[in-house]
């Protein structure tokens, strides 16, 4: 199986701040990531799919990139909104596999 | 809108089975692919199963392989999870999502709100 890991595990940034969300996969996914955000007591909602594409709605503050085996997803600048757990998820093989998540919290 | 609904969830004893089903509304599930992911108390995510838009694929996470047992209804826009021999490690969040090819790849881009499953004596 692919193991996917999330680093940090957690981070606490101001409002307006810059954020960084790195995903590592064991081996190569090629472009078959994606990251979903959970905001507390709802379901995960994807953000961006195909490791750099936006999901129709998704505020153009939150990018991604990378490729093959390394990945981050950049929040340019953090809403109060952005309170939540973000998850990579890689789709090249099965079983798919989700990173163990990175919480967000506001300063 | 397009939603997916889970039911089905309860308190089950060690051993016991339960029935969860994922109702589609809004689109026609029968063009779909549908998994179903599952999250324990306080943990991340797992998928655990996943079928085909036609019902002849299905996959299984080795952590509920021989146990659990993924269908779908399409006339009746829906799909379903058997689980049989349930233990306590099973106690989680059960969604069921849709996975929808996007930008060459697959994502899961409508996900239901969930049913729970909580396995105990």
């Known amino acids: 199986d692919i193991q996917m890991t999330q680093s940090p595990s957690s981070l606490s940034a101001s409002v307006g701040d810059r954020v960084t969300i790195t995903c590592r996969a064991s081996e190569s996914i090629r472009n078959s990531l994606n990251w979903y955000q959970q905001q507390p007591g709802k379901a995960p909602k994807v953000l961006i799919y195909?490791?750099?594409t936006l999901q129709s709605g998704v505020p153009s503050r939150f990018s991604g990139s990378g490729s093959g085996t390394d990945f981050t997803l950049t929040i340019s600048s953090l809403q109060p909104e952005d309170l939540a757990t973000y998850y990579c998820h890689q789709t090249y093989t099965l079983p798919w596999t989700f990173g163990q998540g990175t919480k967000v919290e506001i300063k | 809108e397009e939603q997916l609904v889970e039911s089905g969830g309860n308190l089950v004893q060690p051993g016991g089975s339960l029935r969860l089903s994922c109702a589609a509304t809004?689109?026609?599930?029968?063009?779909?692919?549908i998994t179903w992911v599952r999250q324990a108390p306080g943990k991340g995510l797992e998928w655990i199963s996943f079928i085909s838009s036609s019902g002849s694929t299905t996959y299984y996470a080795d952590s509920v392989k021989g146990r659990f047992t993924i269908s779908r209804d399409n006339a009746n826009n829906s799909a379903y999870l058997q689980m049989n021999g349930l233990r306590a490690d099973d106690t989680a969040l059960y969604y069921c999502a849709r996975r929808k090819p996007l930008g060459g790849t697959l994502a899961l881009d409508c996900w239901g709100q969930g049913t729970m499953v909580a396995v105990s004596s």
């Open positions: 809004g689109f026609i599930s029968s063009n779909y692919d």
């Open positions: 195909a490791t750099s």
